[in-house]
């Protein structure tokens, strides 16, 4: 699993999800309860979005896992990349190790592609790991589109066994974040993130 994608850390902690909320900076938002759940796209000219992640943790491990993540960014500042775990993409064939292009089912992301950062990058998550790559084209072949990647695949792709989403660059959005411990071992914590915008290019931002 990738400590980082790009030179910066990459969010790749994966308790229990008590539900995932996802939504822009306008009036659409949506509600999902985890891994393989369908995301609807709506493209607006706000294209800076909020995620909202509400965890459940189960063990110390993971609390002291999440604390120590928190921790290593330094400030609220610091960027960072983000899976949205959702199956944004719907892979519709597997693809062999070192394989440059991977096939979805078309929701028209050869459009949204040209919209900038936030259509440009995705991740393949299993339970077993999660690789971060950057598109560099997509093309509409009807029922399907064909995304083009700027690296091969690290490993096989078994598409029945993978979520494949978006993965965007984004900063917590809180200065202090409070873990609710609900019983011995037992937390909830909610981390708000706010997608940082294409011009992007430092470690820090106002």
Same mark, same amino acid.
């Given at each position: 699993?990738?400590?980082? &994608?790009?030179?910066?850390?990459? &969010?790749? /902690?994966?308790?229990?999800?008590?539900? /995932?909320?996802? @939504?822009?900076?306008?009036?659409?938002?949506?509600?999902?309860?985890?891994?393989?759940?369908? =995301?609807?796209?709506?493209?607006?000219? $706000?294209?800076?979005?909020?995620?909202? !992640?509400n965890l459940l943790l189960g063990t110390r491990a993971e609390v002291?896992?999440?604390?120590?993540?928190?921790?290593?960014?330094?400030?609220?500042?610091?960027?960072?990349? !983000?899976?949205?775990?959702?199956?944004?993409?719907?892979?519709?064939?597997?693809? #062999?190790? #070192?394989? =440059?292009?991977? !096939?979805? $089912?078309?929701? %028209?992301?050869? +459009? $949204? &592609? *040209?919209?900038?950062?936030? &259509?440009r990058y995705l991740a393949l998550v299993n339970f077993d790991k999660?690789?971060?790559?950057?598109? *560099?084209?997509?093309?509409?072949?009807?029922?399907?589109?064909?995304?083009?990647? =700027?690296?091969?695949?690290?490993?096989?792709?078994?598409? #029945?066994?993978? +979520?494949?989403? @978006?993965?965007?660059?984004?900063?917590?959005?809180?200065?202090?974040?409070?873990?609710?411990?609900?019983?011995? %071992?037992?937390?909830?914590?909610?981390?708000?993130?706010?997608? !940082?915008?294409?011009?992007?290019? %430092?470690? =820090?931002? #106002?």
């Amino acid at each position: 699993m990738p400590s980082t &994608f790009q030179s910066k850390p990459v &969010f790749d /902690i994966r308790p229990n999800w008590e539900e /995932i909320n996802n @939504g822009q900076l306008d009036d659409n938002s949506f509600d999902a309860g985890g891994i393989g759940l369908q =995301t609807p796209w709506k493209v607006t000219t $706000k294209v800076r979005r909020r995620e909202k !992640l509400n965890l459940l943790l189960g063990t110390r491990a993971e609390v002291t896992e999440v604390r120590q993540w928190i921790l290593a960014r330094g400030t609220r500042r610091d960027a960072f990349w !983000l899976p949205l775990y959702l199956n944004d993409y719907g892979l519709t064939q597997d693809a #062999s190790i #070192s394989a =440059t292009t991977i !096939l979805i $089912k078309n929701i %028209g992301l050869a +459009t $949204k &592609f *040209e919209y900038g950062q936030q &259509f440009r990058y995705l991740a393949l998550v299993n339970f077993d790991k999660l690789e971060c790559y950057e598109i *560099e084209r997509v093309e509409d072949l009807g029922d399907e589109e064909r995304i083009t990647l =700027t690296t091969g695949l690290t490993t096989a792709l078994v598409a #029945s066994q993978t +979520t494949c989403c @978006g993965l965007t660059l984004g900063r917590l959005a809180d200065e202090d974040i409070e873990f609710e411990m609900t019983t011995d %071992g037992v937390a909830r914590i909610a981390l708000n993130v706010v997608e !940082l915008p294409s011009e992007f290019d %430092g470690s =820090t931002t #106002s």
